[in-house]
């Protein structure tokens, strides 16, 4: 349901909540996080100029993509970008990241300022408290961030800090909203929980036709494979305030970088049995019960035969 | 005075009847154990009285609700309301934030005794306050009927903890977050441990520690397992040896599975907590009350001190509910086909099934 990430994006925090936070996964089958997550950046960034978010103003933490791009790319989106220093400001984390070109100087516009330093996440943290609170003033009104890549983030630095950085921007005052991309491929199982711990809506890109228990589909299918590279699942499990979770799937298409929605027919029959003990009485024997059932030696009922055995050996 | 006691079990204290009367808050417990209130009177009856004091209390996390949150509020607010002294650390910068979010007692009992304390003149209170503490036997009527009723409040999740609650009180809040290994907070844990060491015979006063999300990702050294396991074996020996209880949370799926059950395993008392899925429409039918839960409870261990019998509950899932929208309640799951009307609280019903497989000691 992008429809309702956007919308839960744009409504930000309530008083005394920390911001919602929006983790966007995918993986090597189904690899259109990136389109996804400029999607859902294309969708803020008009919420923001119309004045329908809680958020004015919107900081990016490029890693992956240069700044420019990401202006063409809102230009194309049909985003007004006259203006665009009055509410985008981006950290240029991707022309220089570790500070090696020393004396190269590097195209900076009114939107972008570049970071050289991705490895010092407390300077990070407070570049951008301080970007965001250039464009909004430092009273009441909130931002929003977005990061282009924590996989890339976590590259040069511990995920305690990212963490920790992405905690306390969820946690500050100014701050209404947070997304980010994450490469599930790229990191041990552990780092993906934790991310998905700090967040509270995962949205998780995934291959159409996923074989047993999500393994990737391989060579043989290659037909296949051709089919369904520009079609994904996308799931999302929301955490919602009362404490449940609220899972949608929709199927995405990617088309020439045009991201299509269409809501899929097929029913969620799972029960999710981890959660609950053995409430109901179940009567029917599994295969392997049966087959254990059939193998029982009752005490006396051969007890004719044993005899006979003894007799003939 | 001890012969009139009926004796339960081969073991038990001589407990003279002046110091049965124990400060509210706390309770005895069989073989020479004292209790203390988890805040939600379902859960205290599930787990036999309470809290033992001296039992490592570790709370399984869901990462994707706040349930946990919900047991360590009450544990909290039951600790303040009682006068307990309490150590709290986060893994938030603002610690103190949390206490804002403290439910208050909901029951109108208490009302009406705080009032009828500020209406008293000074003179009077201050000689009723010291009848309080020298004489315990000739404690007014009111007082006692309320001391008993006290062990557990209901807490009502939508009003804030008065501020009387929470000023001039012993609270130390500990930021987890920017210290760089766990001496830190060890030793702040054991400066706290050391006020209610077991010295005497009888508790006067029990102490709280409640250390949430102890493994979260923001914590610097959620890497270190070891190190971690080591601070929680160090916390429960130190908590053993004292008048205490801690109640720790973390967030299972971000071990690793063996390190988790190595936490697990030091547990005192193991709890966890689980998200359901929203409009789920097969939970709905294989359920009744669904649409109040807002998620489940496991009690996976008993604490059980001074003794070698294990507790062997009759069921250990629990649906955890607001009732009015503010009172925390645990209620056994009841499916629905066999009983239609909807789901009785622990103490009446037996009826449910817990997990298929009965203990090793059952007959």
Known sequence: MADSICRALRDGALEGEHAPALTIKDNIASPFGF?????????????????????????LVAFRRSPSFYVD???????????????????????????????????TSNVASSCKNVKDVHKLLSTIIELGQGLVGQGKVR??????????????????SVSGLLSNLRSHDQVSSIFWLLHSDLHEDRVTAAFEYLSTMVASVEPLNQFGNGQRSNMNTFP??????????????FKRRNGRVRVACEEVRVEQSDVNFTSVSSDNGMINEGLIPKVQFNLQLSEKERIDRANVVLPFEHQGQMLAKLWTD | MAAFRPRIGSFSRNVSASSSSLTPGLKHGPNGTTFISSGVPDLDKILGGGFSLGSLVMVIEDAEAPHHLLLLRNFMSQGLVHNQPLLYASPSKDPRGFLGTLPSAGSSKDEK????????????????????????????????????KEFCNDFDLRKPLERQFLIGKQIDCVSTQDSQNLVALHDRCAAFLSQFSRNESSVSVAGRIAIQSLCAPQFVHSDMEWDMLSFLRSLKGMVRSSNAVALVTFPSTLLSLSTSKRWQHMADTLLSVKAIPDEDKDLAKLLTGYQDMIGLLNVHKVARINTQFPVILEATT???????????VLECLNQAPIDGSSGSSYSTSGSCSGSSRTGTLDF
Request: with cysteine.
């Open chain 1, 224 to 237: 296949l494979l051709e089919q369904s590279f520009a079609k994904g699942k996308f799931h999302v499990r």
């Open chain 2, 113 to 148: 005794s705080s009032k009828r304390d500020s209406d008293e003149e000074k003179g009077l209170r201050i000689a009723w306050q010291y009848k309080k503490y020298f004489d315990e036997n000739h404690q007014s009527l009111d007082s006692n009927r309320d001391s008993k």
């Open chain 2, 318 to 328: 629990f649906s955890i509910k607001l009732q009015k929208r503010r009172f925390l």
């Open chain 1, 73 to 107: 790319f809102l230009k194309r989106k049909g985003v007004d970008i006259s203006s665009s220093h009055k509410w985008i400001q981006i950290l240029d984390c991707y022309s220089d990241p570790l500070g090696w070109k020393d004396g190269f100087s590097l195209e």
């Open chain 1, 35 to 59: 389109d996804v997550f400029s999607h859902v950046l294309s969708q803020l960034s008009s919420n923001i100029l119309a004045g329908k978010s809680q958020s004015r103003g919107l900081v």
């Open chain 1, 143 to 160: 931002f929003s961030a977005a990061i282009d890549s924590v996989s890339e983030m976590v590259r040069h630095a511990s995920v305690s």
